[in-house]
C-alpha cells in the first residue's frame, strides 16, 4: 500500500543496525580476554557482538578503539564495585572485602580466561600504539590510587598503599596461573597479617580505622 513503509528494507551501507551496544561491548570483552588483543580476529569479534563490519566501525570505530572501550568498560564496573568495598568503616576492612572479592572474581569459573581482564592487556597488546599502552596502564594504577586516598583518611604510608595493590595484581596473575581459591584466600590472610598494629600514641591508633 502506499505510503506504507517496507519492513524489510535494509539499512543503508555503513549504518549500525538496531544492537544492544552493551551486550556487544561484553561480546568483545569475552573475545579479548580469551585471546588477546593480537589473537582476536574481527571476524571472532564481530561474530561474538552480533554484529557485522561496517556496524562495528560506525558504532565502535577500528579494533584499537573498540578494544579501549572495552577495557574502559570493564574498568568502570571494577572501580565501581571497588568504591563499595572503600567505603567500609575502617581501612584494614576495605583492604579485606578487596582482596576477598578479587580472589572470587578471579576465580570465577565464569571468567572467559581467568585472571583480570585489566591485568591481563597489559600482556597480551604488543600492537597497540603508545597512546593505548600509556591509557591502559593509567588504568592499572587506579587501583592504588584508590587505596592511598582511603588511606590517607587514617594511614600516612603511601608504601602500604603499593603493598596491598601488588598483592591484589598477584592475586590476578596466580588465579591466571591456576591457584585455586581456597590457596588464594590464604594468601589474602598472610596479607592481612601484615596490617600494622595501633600504636600508644594518639595519631596512630586511628590507623585501623
Request: net charge positive.
Amino acid at each position: 500500500m502506499i505510503g506504507m513503509k517496507d519492513s524489510t528494507q535494509k539499512p543503508s551501507a555503513g549504518r549500525p543496525r538496531g544492537f544492544d551496544a552493551e551486550k556487544a561491548l561484553d561480546g568483545a570483552m569475552r573475545v579479548f580476554w580469551q585471546k588477546g588483543f593480537d589473537g582476536a580476529s574481527l571476524t571472532d569479534l564481530t561474530d561474538a557482538m552480533g554484529i557485522n563490519r561496517p556496524s562495528m566501525y560506525a558504532a565502535f570505530g577500528n579494533k584499537e578503539e573498540l578494544y579501549s572501550k572495552t577495557m574502559e568498560r570493564y574498568v568502570e564496573a571494577r572501580t565501581q564495585h571497588l568504591g563499595e568495598h572503600l567505603g567500609a568503616p575502617t581501612s584494614r576492612e576495605s583492604v579485606e572485602l578487596v582482596l576477598r572479592d578479587a580472589v572470587a572474581r578471579f576465580t570465577d569459573p565464569n571468567n572467559p580466561n581467568g585472571g583480570c581482564f585489566g591485568m591481563q592487556g597489559a600482556m597480551t597488546c604488543a600492537n597497540l600504539s603508545p597512546e593505548l599502552k600509556e591509557h591502559i596502564e593509567d588504568m592499572h594504577v587506579a587501583l592504588e590510587k584508590a587505596l592511598r586516598q582511603r588511606f590517607s583518611r587514617a594511614i600516612d604510608d603511601g608504601e602500604l598503599a603499593r603493598f596491598y595493590a601488588v598483592i591484589y595484581q598477584g592475586l590476578a596473575f596466580q588465579a591466571k596461573a591456576g591457584s585455586g581459591r581456597k590457596e588464594l584466600y590464604r594468601v589474602v590472610d598472610i596479607a592481612l597479617e601484615k596490617w600494622p598494629r595501633p600504636s600508644s600514641k594518639g595519631s596512630k591508633a586511628s590507623s585501623a580505622r
